[in-house]
């Protein structure tokens, strides 16, 4: 029997070899399936188009959009319809501007609605009395019959119906519509009305990247009725290449400048916002600054990146009230209905072309797409295309086409079907699960990659078995608690180094006359103490899902908010706060026995929007936090120790965290800022504080009104008494103090109760 060569092994031999041919049998259906890959990703950037996926992708998401309506009415707005019934009462459209100031009059005067929205453009005089010929007349042909002017001239105003229209404006607040028209190659920019104020200027976008539709010319409404309006919104529809409505303009450029929309103008009067502020964010590690919202207020409306928003359908119609405006103007419609809702005048007859094809409904009145949007703003249901859709689309087509290449064709038939089964229900989950939390992805071109590849594979008809494992590393282990290192890991992607901006909040805590403590104490005592203190208060942080940010001697930074997202970062950091505070308390007596000193600290806790990342130099980097907010946290920190509290927080903070009681300390100015800012001392929750410490409260407050209403007697007695219930607090003396120097040098009368603190 010849023997084997040294080191051999009969399996090993005999495997290797099998898998190599396997291997190189299914280099070509790899190949094939790599070339379909990079097809769909040069789709995706845009260097040709396949027809095949833009329909489906429209296919999928109209599904979607239909599955998961809400299916129910706003009752909120209502849609004053210039239907059949009232084109056959009052006479075919347009109507004279007579029958419209009755029509706007009835609803302010009668019903009480709040605003009146028209989703109609009044480019041209309205002439419709017969004036102007009377006028002729009285000046020509019958110039000699005097009485016939003067009837002419008293008639005049009654027969101006643009001056009636106008006036009648003047009742109530109303948005009224126009539109943008592209250049035409045939004939001069058209430039017709009075264009309403930009609502962002050129200006406020200097710099950044602003994809909004342009156009060259308007149609707009004739400026005496233009003037006598609230506001306007263009009208001015975006259809898809299958020429349906899915989407809405909510600026458009016209010389440099961006114009609302009609809904979008609506829902600014709604929220009482008078400026719209656009949110950039880069679409890319390198790419440009798109917007990807406008903010209203605490209000945002999500936008894709050339800022349309797609339209939040409610249902297939119906899903708004609709009233007669013949019945509107004869005063018969429901007033209760009208009382107080917000308005849309718009048409649903289908002789006026205002039938829109939509996912919803093929022929939906314009008018319920305003409806729509409007009512989907105040309710913050707008659905937000990422402005990296494209990029997430990208890696997706990159993610899918690299995987299947490499597995399907190793794997049995049985095992590539269950596989690509379950990569068709994954994808589709998933997406279902960014829709369901109001983020479209794409989905079309994942979904036909995978089928495509499957079916490729399934065709050329080699398969093998093959399974790959992928480790997920932190890179976040140095700055935060084990647990959420373990939670980051479960979706390393959504994690980033990069600096970017957040609402977050930050604690700053300090031991009270650290240096004098230090003098006393030898260098291993100190650092022994130190570490006694830092290491339950450092446990306390992570407990409480926070971030150390840095250690500065005696000093602790710590953060909420980041890396990992945390929505009540503001009730953490203040429990954290809280408990670092009773566990020092807890933890004097062994200081004691350690011969060491008694330890106070001051906490100061701040909330608002912060800069977090990786900063410094080429030579050192950090991950921490900067901004005015953070700023002011410190600031907080250093002043516990004039008004003699422990803990201290800002008024974000406050407002973020409602249900706990809060002493209201001062309204002072800091070091580096000039605004005011109220400053609290937390208590607890509020069924966790006791009567008597609610009366102390009650006292304080009013004393507090009464000391900034510079009646000095009453609050001096208010806070004596308050020195007295509790004499050991040094907020009471302090004001005392000030009331005496008030007393001896009183403020202006435009003192608005600010102190001024000139030091850290």
């Given at each position: 029997?010849?023997?084997?060569?040294?080191?051999?092994?009969?399996?090993?031999?005999?495997?290797?070899?099998?898998?190599?041919?396997?291997?190189?049998?299914?280099?070509?259906?790899?190949?094939?399936?790599?070339?379909?890959?990079?097809?769909?990703?040069?789709?995706?950037?845009?260097?040709?188009?396949?027809?095949?996926?833009?329909?489906?992708?429209?296919?999928?998401?109209?599904?979607?959009?239909?599955?998961?309506?809400?299916?129910?009415?706003?009752?909120?707005?209502?849609?004053?319809?210039?239907?059949?019934?009232?084109?056959?009462?009052?006479?075919?459209?347009?109507?004279?501007?007579?029958?419209?100031?009755?029509?706007?009059?009835?609803?302010?005067?009668?019903?009480?609605v709040f605003v009146v929205g028209f989703d109609v453009i009044f480019r041209e005089a309205d002439e419709s009395s017969g004036i102007g010929i009377l006028q002729r007349l009285a000046r020509e042909d019958l110039a000699e019959i005097p009485e016939f002017g003067e009837r002419i001239t008293a008639l005049q105003d009654s027969l101006d119906y643009d001056l009636l229209f106008s006036e009648s404006?003047?009742?109530?607040?109303?948005?009224?519509?126009?539109?943008?028209?592209?250049?035409?190659?045939?004939?001069?920019?058209?430039?017709?009305?009075?264009?309403?104020?930009?609502?962002?200027?050129?200006?406020?976008?200097?710099?950044?990247?602003?994809?909004?539709?342009?156009?060259?010319?308007?149609?707009?409404?004739?400026?005496?009725?233009?003037?006598?309006?609230?506001?306007?919104?263009?009208?001015?529809?975006?259809?898809?290449?299958?020429?349906?409505?899915?989407?809405?303009?909510?600026?458009?450029?016209?010389?440099?400048?961006?114009?609302?929309?009609?809904?979008?103008?609506?829902?600014?009067?709604?929220?009482?916002?008078?400026?719209?502020?656009?949110?950039?964010?880069?679409?890319?590690?390198?790419?440009?600054?798109?917007?990807?919202?406008?903010?209203?207020?605490?209000?945002?409306?999500?936008?894709?990146?050339?800022?349309?928003?797609?339209?939040?359908?409610?249902?297939?119609?119906?899903?708004?009230?609709?009233?007669?405006?013949?019945?509107?103007?004869?005063?018969?419609?429901?007033?209760?209905?009208?009382?107080?809702?917000?308005?849309?005048?718009?048409?649903?007859?289908?002789?006026?072309?205002?039938?829109?094809?939509?996912?919803?409904?093929?022929?939906?009145?314009?008018?319920?797409?305003?409806?729509?949007?409007?009512?989907?703003?105040?309710?913050?249901?707008?659905?937000?295309?990422?402005?990296?859709?494209?990029?997430?689309?990208?890696?997706?087509?990159?993610?899918?086409?690299?995987?299947?290449?490499?597995?399907?064709?190793?794997?049995?038939?049985?095992?590539?079907?269950?596989?690509?089964?379950?990569?068709?229900?994954?994808?589709?989950?998933?997406?279902?699960?960014?829709?369901?939390?109001?983020?479209?992805?794409?989905?079309?071109?994942?979904?036909?990659?995978?089928?495509?590849?499957?079916?490729?594979?399934?065709?050329?008809?080699?398969?093998?078995?093959?399974?790959?494992?992928?480790?997920?590393?932190?890179?976040?282990?140095?700055?935060?608690?084990?647990?959420?290192?373990?939670?980051?890991?479960?979706?390393?992607?959504?994690?980033?180094?990069?600096?970017?901006?957040?609402?977050?909040?930050?604690?700053?805590?300090?031991?009270?006359?650290?240096?004098?403590?230090?003098?006393?104490?030898?260098?291993?005592?100190?650092?022994?103490?130190?570490?006694?203190?830092?290491?339950?208060?450092?446990?306390?942080?992570?407990?409480?899902?926070?971030?150390?940010?840095?250690?500065?001697?005696?000093?602790?930074?710590?953060?909420?908010?980041?890396?990992?997202?945390?929505?009540?970062?503001?009730?953490?950091?203040?429990?954290?706060?809280?408990?670092?505070?009773?566990?020092?308390?807890?933890?004097?007596?062994?200081?004691?026995?350690?011969?060491?000193?008694?330890?106070?600290?001051?906490?100061?806790?701040?909330?608002?929007?912060?800069?977090?990342?990786?900063?410094?130099?080429?030579?050192?980097?950090?991950?921490?936090?900067?901004?005015?907010?953070?700023?002011?946290?410190?600031?907080?920190?250093?002043?516990?120790?004039?008004?003699?509290?422990?803990?201290?927080?800002?008024?974000?903070?406050?407002?973020?965290?409602?249900?706990?009681?809060?002493?209201?300390?001062?309204?002072?100015?800091?070091?580096?800022?000039?605004?005011?800012?109220?400053?609290?001392?937390?208590?607890?929750?509020?069924?966790?504080?006791?009567?008597?410490?609610?009366?102390?409260?009650?006292?304080?407050?009013?004393?507090?009104?009464?000391?900034?209403?510079?009646?000095?007697?009453?609050?001096?007695?208010?806070?004596?008494?308050?020195?007295?219930?509790?004499?050991?607090?040094?907020?009471?003396?302090?004001?005392?103090?000030?009331?005496?120097?008030?007393?001896?040098?009183?403020?202006?009368?435009?003192?608005?109760?600010?102190?001024?603190?000139?030091?850290?």
């Open positions: 029997m010849r023997g084997l060569p040294d080191g051999g092994h009969p399996c090993h031999s005999s495997r290797m070899p099998q898998f190599l041919i396997k291997l190189k049998h299914q280099l070509p259906v790899m190949g094939v399936t790599s070339l379909i890959t990079v097809m769909f990703l040069l789709h995706c950037y845009g260097f040709f188009q396949l027809g095949l996926i833009e329909k489906l992708e429209n296919f999928l998401y109209d599904t979607r959009l239909l599955l998961t309506m809400p299916e129910d009415v706003d009752p909120s707005i209502v849609i004053v319809d210039i239907d059949e019934a009232s084109l056959a009462a009052v006479g075919r459209w347009p109507w004279g501007r007579d029958k419209l100031s009755a029509l706007v009059t009835q609803l302010f005067d009668t019903y009480g404006l003047g009742k109530g607040p109303v948005i009224l519509g126009y539109t943008f028209v592209a250049a035409d190659e045939h004939s001069a920019t058209i430039r017709d009305g009075a264009l309403p104020p930009p609502v962002v200027s050129k200006a406020e976008v200097q710099g950044k990247f602003v994809a909004a539709q342009a156009y060259a010319g308007y149609g707009a409404n004739i400026p005496r009725i233009q003037s006598a309006a609230a506001g306007a919104g263009h009208i001015t529809p975006a259809l898809d290449e299958d020429g349906v409505v899915r989407r809405v303009p909510m600026l458009i450029e016209y010389a440099g400048d961006y114009y609302e929309s009609l809904s979008l103008a609506i829902a600014r009067f709604v929220l009482g916002v008078d400026k719209v502020t656009p949110q950039f964010s880069a679409s890319g590690m390198s790419g440009p600054e798109y917007i990807e919202s406008l903010g209203l207020g605490n209000f945002a409306i999500p936008v894709d990146a050339n800022v349309q928003a797609l339209v939040p359908y409610r249902g297939r119609g119906g899903n708004y009230r609709h009233v007669s405006a013949v019945d509107v103007i004869r005063g018969e419609a429901d007033a209760e209905l009208l009382a107080g809702s917000i308005v849309l005048v718009g048409t649903s007859a289908k002789g006026l072309v205002d039938l829109r094809p939509t996912p919803v409904n093929r022929e939906l009145p314009g008018v319920e797409v305003h409806a729509n949007l409007i009512s989907g703003i105040l309710e913050q249901r707008i659905m937000t295309l990422p402005v990296d859709a494209r990029g997430i689309e990208f890696l997706q087509l990159l993610l899918i086409g690299a995987l299947l290449t490499l597995l399907l064709p190793m794997l049995s038939p049985v095992a590539a079907s269950v596989f690509t089964t379950a990569a068709l229900g994954a994808v589709a989950g998933l997406n279902y699960y960014f829709w369901s939390q109001q983020l479209v992805i794409s989905l079309a071109s994942s979904l036909l990659l995978i089928l495509i590849i499957y079916l490729l594979c399934m065709a050329y008809g080699f398969f093998f078995e093959r399974r790959g494992k992928r480790q997920l590393s932190s890179l976040f282990g140095q700055y935060v608690p084990p647990e959420l290192v373990r939670e980051m890991s479960d979706d390393p992607t959504r994690y980033t180094q990069v600096a970017h901006n957040r609402e977050m909040t930050v604690l700053f805590t300090d031991i009270r006359n650290f240096t004098t403590i230090s003098e006393g104490l030898t260098p291993e005592a100190l650092a022994a103490m130190l570490n006694a203190y830092l290491t339950p208060m450092t446990r306390i942080i992570y407990d409480h899902r926070g971030t150390i940010d840095k250690y500065i001697g005696d000093a602790v930074m710590a953060f909420w908010g980041a890396p990992v997202g945390d929505p009540d970062h503001a009730r953490h950091a203040l429990e954290t706060g809280l408990a670092m505070l009773e566990r020092l308390h807890s933890m004097r007596e062994e200081f004691r026995q350690r011969g060491w000193p008694e330890l106070h600290i001051g906490v100061g806790i701040n909330s608002g929007l912060m800069s977090v990342g990786d900063m410094g130099s080429k030579f050192r980097m950090a991950y921490t936090v900067l901004g005015d907010a953070v700023n002011l946290g410190s600031r907080l920190e250093g002043l516990t120790k004039n008004y003699g509290v422990e803990i201290m927080v800002g008024e974000a903070t406050r407002r973020l965290v409602p249900d706990y009681v809060y002493r209201e300390l001062d309204i002072v100015k800091v070091k580096g800022k000039d605004q005011p800012i109220p400053i609290y001392e937390p208590i607890a929750p509020a069924d966790q504080v006791s009567e008597a410490e609610s009366r102390e409260l009650e006292m304080h407050h009013a004393a507090l009104q009464r000391y900034r209403a510079q009646d000095w007697d009453a609050a001096g007695r208010l806070f004596g008494e308050l020195q007295k219930l509790a004499p050991g607090r040094q907020l009471y003396r302090i004001y005392l103090d000030r009331i005496e120097e008030f007393r001896r040098h009183p403020p202006t009368r435009d003192w608005d109760g600010v102190y001024t603190h000139t030091s850290k």
